[in-house]
């Protein structure tokens, strides 16, 4: 049955997240007044969560609070296509490689050791190619860690239309995000971490983070808002939040599976512009996603976009033209959310006074916020590390335009964007355009 109301599949599938406890004796209830602790984190999805995990393993007498102004999970953390990849939106010229490689065999290691089920496989990530002009730009730059599949090679992983060949890396789990969730929040509250949900910042500082219910004074603050960030004072051109959608599919049979392929759960998508991305999930559907939503000008957060009728109805033809054989199953879950881009495109960790910020993965989270977290534990301890020296530790992106010019540019990136796409597709020839704009859009 098609579930209108869930926030997301994965919400939907782990009850405790996706409903606000009210209970004043839960340490996940509201802040109902001012407190001074050591270090108080901005945001209770996978930043807050992991810097959270590190900070407490290293030091376990501190006091550490997470304010959060919906639920654990409730922004992309709980509602992305569930990709932990080696790889970041921008890669910083390859420098960034290696360490992302480990933070996926990190991520790993943790989910062992703590014991958290959250469907993690291993099955790598295809990169197919479905015209000439993809097979141009894919074999261009293929990244570090990739390898060209022939035609044949492709299709045996994943079984889509007009596959010409495909870039592969083994370096890529699926999960079910919201587990990952769960298990992180039961880790750091088990640690000592208190949880305060249902509490929203108003302005964050590098000593205070103010709320309307209480002030709270700490030694080092974390703002890991992501998305969200425009919506604090003082950082509305920081970070804006593009809207990405996604469905899920009712659990598919053998006869489909057969078909299809994706035996060992790859992540899928394909090399358009306009970003695809796909997985099994471990109960056999699959979650399919696209961001072909409209920006909201002044980085409005609107759930009517996450519930487009339109663009979702786009994201499921997409999924037919790849599975002719998926146009008359029933899709059970459809939603959206909002991922943080920086003006450079370039995820970043940064330091100023008392205040530590990370994040503007441009939808490459999953893996990334682990980095992150672990990069964070050893500014605030104030270790130089090997993460410390990470080319990403530096100031964030200059900020932003004023409106209307940051949406009248958004939206002509997005319309030369998508015409690439079409033109791509009928004549196969690289649309030399689309990379220009690609490449002024991160600088």
């Known amino acids: 049955m098609y579930n209108s109301d869930a926030p997301s599949l994965w919400l939907d599938q782990v009850e405790d997240l996706s409903t606000r406890r009210d ?4 340490s996940r209830s509201p802040l109902t007044e001012s407190i001074t602790v050591d270090i108080a984190i901005v945001g209770a999805g996978y930043t807050g969560l992991w810097s959270a995990y590190y900070l407490a393993k290293r030091l376990p007498e501190a006091s550490i609070v997470i304010i959060e102004s919906r639920t654990a999970g409730f922004g992309a953390s709980g509602r992305n296509g569930g990709w932990c990849i080696a790889e970041l939106a921008t890669d910083y010229d390859g420098a960034m490689y290696h360490p992302m490689v480990q933070t996926v065999d990190e991520i790993e290691r943790v989910i062992v050791d703590e014991g958290i ?10 990169h197919l190619a479905r015209n000439s ?10 990244g570090p860690g990739y390898q060209w599949l022939s035609p044949v090679e492709a299709h045996e992983i994943c079984g889509a239309t007009s596959v010409l060949g495909g870039a592969y890396t083994p370096h890529t789990a699926a999960l079910h995000p919201a587990k990952l969730v769960q298990g992180l929040l039961a880790a750091v509250q088990a640690q000592g971490t208190r949880v305060y949900e249902g509490t929203r910042a108003q302005e964050v500082g590098s000593t205070t983070v103010v709320t309307a219910t209480g002030t709270v004074t700490a030694d080092h603050v974390v703002l890991a808002t992501e998305g969200y960030t425009a919506q604090l004072s003082g950082h509305g051109r920081d970070l804006i939040p593009f809207y990405s959608l996604m469905i899920a599919t009712e659990p598919l ?6 078909e299809i392929g994706l035996a060992h759960r790859p992540t899928f998508t394909d090399g358009r512009y306009r970003v695809i991305y796909g997985q099994r999930t471990a109960d056999d559907r699959i979650a399919f996603g696209g961001r072909a939503a409209p920006y909201a000008m002044g980085s409005k957060i609107n759930p009517a976009i996450e519930n487009d009728i339109n663009t979702h109805e786009e994201i499921r033809q997409t999924l037919v033209d790849l599975f002719p054989l998926l146009s008359d199953v029933a899709i059970t879950h ?3 959310g909002v991922l943080g881009v920086p003006r450079n495109w370039k995820p970043s960790v940064s330091k100023h006074e008392g205040l530590y910020r990370a994040g503007g993965y441009v939808g490459e989270g999953v893996a990334a916020t682990n980095l992150a977290g672990r990069t964070i534990a050893d500014l605030i301890i104030g270790e130089s590390t090997e993460l410390t020296r990470l080319p990403w530790v ?8 004023i409106e209307p010019f940051r949406w009248a540019g958004i939206m002509l990136g997005a319309e030369l964007f998508e ?20 490449s002024f859009l991160r600088r």
């Open 253 to 258: 049979g053998p006869e489909i599976w057969d």
């Open 419 to 438: 015409r690439a796409d079409r033109r791509e597709m009928k004549t196969g020839r690289v649309a030399k355009e689309a990379g220009l704009v690609w």
């Open 334 to 336: 459809r939603w959206g």
């Open 117 to 126: 089920d959250c469907d993690f496989t291993r099955g790598g990530e295809i």
């Open 133 to 142: 002009a993809q097979v141009t730009r894919l074999q261009d730059n293929l």
């Open 23 to 26: 209970d004043a004796k839960s």
């Open 394 to 401: 530096r100031q964030p992106s200059r900020r932003w335009p």
